[in-house]
């Protein structure tokens, strides 16, 4: 099994691009989330899906937008790239319920110019 | 909105040495789950704590949650370099049932040979 696994590895944008990022799960979980990380700030949920068709609001999800066609994916949008949203964006998975471990994917490195 | 204060935020040491991490808040979690994570990879879980005043021990890592459900601490024995990495303390709020955590800032640990 690939875990979880996120496309691009790494992506240089320039202010106002646009950009689509992948996360796929192979180990059919219901729920999914999009986390970024800055220095000093841990792990900030972006958006969230507790099931495929299905999605919610974290708690930074401003500039950024989320789809859930297929229970193996969660895509992450970013409609008009700016500098702050420069950061290195976690992809992870678990069954659900309260305290179950999410399993992360290994990151896509962001800069936006 | 609930909040997890990690200390400290960095702590560089010389092998065989011991150190504690801590995971404070005023609110209360249902479980407390530990993660480590190494450069350039997503975060691995660790420990889960679930019950208030649990200890769990994983080799030289000590894990307790508190009486009060509302801090963690991390405490290693004889530190070795391959220790060295980021610790995340993330809280699953009580009220929440859709398997969202609330991570602390992060210790970055540095074991010296």
């Known amino acids: 099994n690939a875990g979880v696994t996120q496309t691009p590895k790494f992506r240089v944008l320039k202010t106002g691009q646009s950009m689509t990022l992948l996360c796929a799960q192979d180990?059919?979980?219901?729920?999914m989330y999009w986390y970024r990380q800055d220095p000093g700030m841990g792990l900030r949920l972006i958006h969230y899906?507790?099931?495929?068709?299905?999605?919610a609001k974290g708690e930074v999800p401003d500039g950024y937008n989320v789809s859930r066609l297929k229970k193996q994916n969660f895509l992450l949008g970013l409609e008009s790239a700016a500098p702050s949203q420069t950061s290195v964006y976690f992809c992870a998975s678990s069954y659900g319920q309260r305290g179950e471990t999410q399993y992360f994917g290994p990151g896509t490195r962001l800069l936006v110019l | 909105t609930q909040l997890l204060e990690q200390s400290p935020q960095f702590l560089s040491i010389q092998e065989g040495e011991n150190l504690t991490v801590y995971c404070n808040s005023s609110?209360?979690?249902?479980?407390l789950q530990w993660y480590r994570q190494e450069p350039g990879e997503g975060p691995v879980l660790l420990v889960t704590?679930?019950?208030?005043?649990e200890v769990k021990k994983l080799k030289r890592l000590t894990f307790q949650f508190g009486d009060a459900r509302k801090d963690s601490s991390l405490h290693i024995t004889a530190a070795q370099p391959g220790d060295t990495g980021l610790y995340l303390c993330?809280?699953?709020?009580?009220?929440?049932?859709?398997?969202?955590?609330?991570f602390g800032q992060g210790t970055t640990l540095q074991v010296k040979p």
């Open positions: 704590v679930v019950t208030g005043g």
């Open positions: 180990m059919n979980h219901e729920y």
């Open positions: 899906s507790v099931g495929e068709g299905t999605t």
């Open positions: 609110s209360v979690f249902s479980s």
């Open positions: 993330a809280g699953a709020p009580g009220s929440s049932n859709t398997g969202k955590l609330i």
